[in-house]
C-alpha cells in the first residue's frame, strides 16, 4: 500500500511539473528512478516499471515529456553508486532493465510521431544503449531509431542527441556483452560509411566549431572502438586512418588530441607479439608484424610532422596565467607521448631524422640575438623526447645536433630545453664521445645553463647528474676538473644560480663519478667532497650550543642533506664507513642539541640511514654509537625518524650473531616506549607518524630477525597495541599496522619464521576472536574504502594460518552484525569466500563477496553506525552475548 501511494505521489509530481522547470523535472525523475532501484519489478504490476511507464504514456499522452524524461535517467541510475542498494539487488534491477530493453526502444520508436520530441527521444536512446544489451547488429542496423539518428547527421544544424546516439552505438559494438564485433558487423557496416561521409566538414571553414568537434569525437570513437579491426592493415581500414589524420591536423588542439589514444592503442597492437599469435610459426608471425608496420609507416610519419607543432610556446608566453602555463605544459608532455608512440613504429633513428630537418629549417631563424628562438626550442624538445628510441651507435643525425647546440643563443627558455635534451641523450653521449671528443664542449654549455636562469640552472644540474652517471668511466680522470663545478655550485659562488635542492644533483653526480676511482683515490675524493659540506656545519658548532639550538632547521638540512646524497651514491662502503666514522662527533653534537627538531633529526637520521645502507658492516664502532644515541634520545624526544634509521639498522645487521644482544635491547627498548605512547586510537590519531615508523619497524624485525622479535617479551605487548590502532584513519600508519599483522600470520610462509610459529600461536590464538573482529569492522566501514584490499588481505592471511579455527571467529563476528544491515544470504556468502581461503584457493576469486559486505554495510550512514555499534571495533576485549 505504502509504495502504491508512493507510486501514485511520484506520478502525480511527474504530471504536474510536466511544463515546469526543466531541473525539477529531472530530479523528480531521478527520484522516481531511485525508488525503482530499490523497488522489484513485481511490485510496479506486470511487466516493472518500464511497462508502469508505458501505460503512463498511452492513457496520459500530454504527459509524454516528463515521462520521456524519466525514461532517460532510468538506465543512468544502474550505475549511480550514490543510491544505497545492495549489491545483489542492484544486479537484479540491471537484468530487469535489459529485460525490458525491447519495450522501452517501442516506446522511443512511437514518440519519434512526434517531431518536437525528436531530440529528447534520441537522448533516452543513447541512455538505453550504455546497457550494452545484446540486441543483434542485424537488428539495429534497420531500426527506426538508428535510422533517425543517423539522418540528423546529415543536417545543416548538427544534432547533439543524434551524435551522442551514434557515439554510444560505436561503443556499442566494440563491447564484449554487446556480442562484440563480430556479432555486430552489420551495425558497423551502417555506422562507418555515414561517419566517413562527415569527413570534408572537418576543413569546412563555414563550419560551427562544436559541430566540428562532434564529427572530431565520431571519428575518435571509431578510432578507439575499432583500433583491433584497423590494425589489420586492411584498404577499409586506412580509410579511417586517413580521417584520423585529418583530425590530428586540425589547428585547434582539443579537436586534434582526440585523436592521441588511438595512436598509442595502435601503436601498442602492432608491437605487441600477441597480436600476432594466430599466424602460428616465427617466420610467419615475423612476416606479418613487419607487413603492418610498413602499412601504417606513412600515416606515423605524418604524425610526427603534424603534432610536434603544438610543443612550440606560444608568442605570448611570458604573460600566460598559471593555468595557462600548466595547460601549455600538459600538452607538450601529451605530444611528448605521441612522439613516444610514433618511435615505437618507426624505429627512434627514423623519427630522430624527421624532428632534425625540422629543427634544420628553423635554426636560422635564432642565428641573431633578437632572433625567433621558439621553433628551435620546440624542435629540440622533441627530439628529447623520443632520446629513449634512439640508437647509442646513431652516428647521422646527433653528432650534427650535438654541433649545432653550442651555436645556439643562450635564451634561459632554450638553454634549458638544450640542457635537457644534452642529459636525455648521456648514454649516446658515453658511446659516441670514445670517437670524438665531445664531453669537454657539452659541459661548457650546462656551465652556461647553470649561470643563466634558475630553470636553466636547474636543468643543467640534472643533465650534469645524467651525465655523470652514464659517462663516468670516462670522466673519472677528469675529477679534479669536475669538482670546482661542484665547489662553486655547493658555496653559491659566482654566477651561479642553481638552487639549494638542485645542488643535490651535482653532489649526486660526482658521487657517481667517485663510485668508478680505485678504493685508495676514492677515500681522498670523498675526503674533498665533503670538506665544502662540513665547514659550515661545523662553523654552526663552533658557535656554541645557545647559537646552534636557535638557527633555522633549513641552515643546517641543507647540508646534511647533501652529506646524505654522497652516502648513498657513492659506492664504495670503506671509503663511506671511514667518512661517517670521522664526521660523528659532528652528527652526535646535532643529534645532542636539535633533538627537539623534527626536520634536523629526519634529515640526520636520513644521512645515517644511507650511511649504514652503503657501508654495512664496514661501520665498525660507528653503528654502536649511533644506535645507542638514538635510542636514548627516543625515550625523550619520540621523533619517528629514529624508529625509521632503526629500521635499516634491523635489515643491515639484524641477520649477524654478534649484534643478537644490542638489537634485542634496541627493539624492546624502542617498541617497550612505543607502546606506552600509544594506548588508545587518540594516542594513534594524535601520533600517526610514530604508529607508522613503529609497526614499519615490526614488519623489518618479523622479516630479518625472528629469532630476535618473535620470542621477546615485547612481542606480546606489540601485538595489542597493533589491535587498538587497526582503525587509525591515517592511511600510512593504518597500513602499516595492517602489514605488520599479515606478515605476523604469514609466519609459517618464511625460512626464518617457521620456527617460531608455535610462540606465533600462542599470543594470536587468545586473540583470534577480538582480531577477526575488528578486522570484519573495517571491512564493515571502520577504515575507508580505499584500504579494503590491504584489510581482506589480512584476513585472508589470518583464515589461511588457522584454517576452521579463525571460521568459526569470522562467523561469531559475522553474526553480531543485526539481520537488519545484512542479510543471512550476504553472511553466508562472506563466510563461504574466507572457507576458500582457508582452502588455498585464488584470492582475487573471494574478492567479490567480501566487497559486497563492505558495500551493504557501509550503503548509508544509518546502516554504517548500527554494524559499527555492534562489532564495537575499539573495544580489544568484546563479551560475545
Known amino acids: 500500500m505504502a509504495l502504491q501511494t508512493g507510486q501514485h505521489y511520484q506520478s502525480t509530481l511527474l504530471k504536474k511539473f510536466h511544463k515546469g522547470p526543466p531541473k525539477v523535472r529531472t530530479q523528480i525523475s531521478i527520484a522516481v528512478a531511485a525508488l525503482a532501484v530499490h523497488v522489484p519489478a513485481e511490485d510496479w504490476g506486470d511487466g516493472g516499471i518500464v511497462n508502469w511507464l508505458k501505460d503512463e504514456m498511452s492513457s496520459h499522452p500530454e504527459y509524454v515529456p516528463g515521462f520521456l524524461e524519466l525514461l532517460t535517467v532510468l538506465p543512468e541510475e544502474v550505475f549511480n553508486y550514490k543510491i544505497s542498494a545492495r549489491p545483489e539487488r542492484r544486479r537484479q534491477f540491471e537484468k530487469e532493465l535489459t529485460s525490458q530493453m525491447e519495450v522501452a526502444l517501442g516506446i522511443l520508436t512511437a514518440c519519434l510521431e512526434t517531431s518536437e520530441l525528436k531530440e529528447q527521444v534520441l537522448e533516452a536512446f543513447s541512455s538505453w544503449l550504455r546497457l550494452r544489451h545484446g540486441i543483434p547488429g542485424s537488428v539495429l542496423a534497420s531500426h527506426p531509431l538508428v535510422l533517425s539518428a543517423l539522418s540528423s547527421l546529415n543536417a545543416e544544424l548538427l544534432s547533439e542527441a543524434s551524435v551522442n546516439v551514434i557515439s554510444e552505438l560505436i561503443h556499442y559494438t566494440a563491447a564484449g556483452s554487446s556480442g562484440g564485433i563480430s556479432v555486430q558487423i552489420p551495425l558497423i557496416q551502417v555506422i562507418v560509411p555515414q561517419v566517413m561521409s562527415l569527413k570534408a566538414q572537418l576543413r569546412d571553414p563555414l563550419k560551427d566549431e562544436e559541430d566540428v568537434k562532434a ?82 609507416r606513412s600515416a606515423y610519419e605524418s604524425l610526427v610532422s603534424l603534432v610536434s607543432f603544438w610543443v612550440q610556446y606560444p608568442q605570448d608566453y611570458q604573460g600566460l596565467s598559471y593555468e595557462d602555463l600548466k595547460d601549455f605544459k600538459h600538452t607538450r608532455y601529451a605530444v611528448a607521448d605521441v612522439l613516444i608512440d610514433a618511435a615505437s613504429i618507426l624505429g627512434g633513428d627514423a623519427t630522430l631524422r624527421i624532428l632534425y630537418m625540422k629543427l634544420v629549417e628553423v635554426v636560422s631563424l635564432c642565428e641573431n640575438e633578437h632572433g625567433e628562438w621558439r621553433p628551435a626550442e620546440a624542435a629540440l624538445f622533441c627530439i628529447r623526447a623520443i632520446s629513449s628510441y634512439v640508437s647509442i651507435v646513431e652516428a647521422e643525425v646527433m653528432p650534427q645536433v650535438m654541433i649545432l647546440l653550442p651555436k645556439l643563443p643562450q635564451q634561459p627558455q632554450l638553454l634549458q630545453t638544450v640542457c635537457l635534451t644534452i642529459g636525455a641523450y648521456s648514454k649516446w653521449l658515453d658511446a659516441a664521445s670514445s670517437k670524438i671528443s665531445i664531453l669537454p664542449t657539452v659541459i661548457d654549455i650546462l656551465m652556461r645553463g647553470m649561470g643563466t636562469s634558475e630553470d636553466s640552472a636547474a636543468a643543467a644540474a640534472m643533465a650534469f647528474r645524467h651525465i655523470c652517471d652514464d659517462c663516468r668511466r670516462q670522466l673519472c680522470g677528469y675529477f679534479d676538473s669536475l669538482f670546482p663545478i661542484y665547489h662553486k655550485a655547493v658555496n653559491g659562488e659566482g654566477s651561479i644560480k642553481v638552487s639549494a635542492e638542485d645542488s643535490l644533483h651535482l653532489v649526486e653526480a660526482l658521487s657517481m663519478v667517485i663510485t668508478q676511482l680505485p678504493p685508495d683515490h676514492a677515500k681522498k675524493a670523498v675526503e674533498a667532497l665533503c670538506i665544502p659540506v662540513v665547514n659550515p656545519l661545523q662553523d654552526s658548532i663552533n658557535q656554541g650550543p645557545e647559537i646552534l639550538e636557535k638557527k633555522p632547521a633549513r641552515e643546517l638540512t641543507v647540508h646534511i642533506d647533501r652529506l646524505a646524497y654522497i652516502f648513498r651514491y657513492v659506492n664504495h662502503p670503506e671509503a663511506v664507513a671511514d667518512a661517517i666514522q670521522r664526521l660523528w662527533p659532528i652528527f652526535k653534537a646535532v643529534f645532542d642539541l636539535r633533538a627537539w627538531d623534527v626536520k634536523t633529526m629526519e634529515s640526520l637520521c636520513r644521512a645515517c640511514k644511507y650511511a649504514v645502507r652503503t657501508s654495512g658492516r664496514f661501520m665498525g664502532i660507528t653503528i654502536g654509537a649511533m644506535l645507542e644515541e638514538i635510542q636514548g634520545l627516543y625515550l625523550q624526544h619520540h621523533q619517528p625518524c629514529f624508529l625509521y634509521l632503526s629500521s635499516e639498522v634491523i635489515k643491515i645487521f639484524g641477520s649477524d650473531p654478534s649484534c643478537t644482544d644490542y638489537l634485542k635491547n634496541l627493539i624492546e627498548a624502542l617498541f617497550r616506549h612505543t607502546t606506552c605512547l600509544l594506548t588508545n586510537i587518540k594516542d594513534f590519531t594524535s601520533r600517526p607518524d610514530i604508529a607508522d615508523d613503529c609497526f614499519l619497524l615490526a614488519s623489518r624485525c618479523i622479516r630479518y630477525c625472528p629469532q630476535i622479535f618473535i620470542p621477546s617479551a615485547i612481542f606480546p605487548p606489540l601485538v595489542d597495541c597493533s589491535m587498538i590502532g587497526i582503525t587509525v584513519q591515517h592511511r600510512e600508519a593504518s597500513n602499516s599496522i595492517l602489514i605488520f599483522l599479515s606478515d605476523i600470520f604469514d609466519l609459517a610462509k618464511s625460512s626464518k619464521g617457521e620456527h617460531y610459529v608455535s610462540i606465533r600461536d600462542s599470543v594470536i590464538i587468545p586473540r583470534g576472536a577480538s582480531l577477526t573482529r575488528i578486522l570484519v569492522a573495517s571491512i564493515a566501514g571502520a577504515l575507508p574504502s580505499s584500504r579494503l584490499e590491504t584489510v581482506t588481505y589480512a584476513l585472508l592471511a589470518l583464515t589461511r594460518a588457522y584454517g576452521l579455527q579463525s571460521l568459526e571467529w569470522a562467523k561469531d563476528s559475522v553474526s553480531l552484525i543485526p539481520l537488519t544491515a545484512v542479510t543471512e544470504v550476504e553472511r553466508s556468502r562472506f563466510i563461504h569466500a574466507l572457507s576458500d581461503a582457508a582452502s588455498g584457493k585464488d584470492i582475487n576469486i573471494m574478492m567479490t563477496p567480501i566487497e559486497e559486505l563492505s558495500d551493504v554495510c557501509r550503503r548509508n550512514r544509518t546502516v554504517q553506525d548500527i554494524v559499527q555499534g555492534a562489532l564495537r571495533p575499539l573495544e580489544l576485549n568484546l563479551v560475545c552475548v
Open 215 to 296: 564529427i572530431a569525437r565520431l571519428f575518435a570513437d571509431m578510432g578507439d572502438s575499432y583500433v583491433e579491426l584497423i590494425a589489420t592493415g586492411s584498404n577499409e581500414s586506412m580509410l579511417i586512418v586517413q580521417a584520423l589524420l585529418e583530425v590530428a591536423s586540425h589547428p585547434e588542439y582539443d579537436i586534434a588530441s582526440m585523436t592521441f589514444n588511438f595512436w598509442h592503442n595502435l601503436q601498442a597492437i602492432l608491437t605487441r607479439r600477441d597480436s600476432y599469435t594466430v599466424f602460428g610459426n616465427e617466420a610467419s608471425i615475423e612476416a606479418e608484424r613487419n607487413r603492418r608496420l610498413q602499412v601504417f
